[in-house]
Nanobody
């Protein structure tokens, strides 16, 4: 499966963005999906994940209650709605997919190219 992330940009603190990750290939609905981010000089970190049906989700503590992950299997797309953005959310955001599972600890097989999110104070 190939993943294409989009929707990043520059936003002021307190603002919102919605990231999209479009998947090509068949059987998107059988993949667990995740969002990760990497800030300059820092390691990549888990942000959110969703299971194949969209019925289960998981979030990093730092984004819980501000970010929402969702998916539309008919459109082969996963979303990350980001509200109440903070300067510390600035990073390159990556989507990832894996057939074996979902969540923070999965070693995802497929990765998108990343989209830059910059939050100004």
């Amino acid at each position: 499966v190939q993943l294409q992330a989009s929707g990043g940009g520059l936003v002021q603190a307190g603002g919102s963005l919605r990231l999209s990750c479009a998947a090509s290939g068949r059987s998107f609905s059988t993949y667990g999906m995740g969002w990760f981010r990497q800030a300059p000089g820092k390691e990549r970190e888990f942000v959110a994940a969703i299971n194949w049906s969209g019925g289960s989700t998981d979030y990093a503590d730092s984004v819980k209650d501000r970010f929402t992950i969702s998916r539309d299997n008919a459109k082969n797309t996963v979303y990350l709605q980001m509200n109440s953005l903070k300067p510390e959310d600035t990073a390159v955001y990556y989507c990832a997919a894996d057939k074996r599972g979902w969540g923070a600890l999965v070693s995802y097989d497929y990765w998108g190219q990343g989209t830059q999110v910059t939050v100004s104070s």
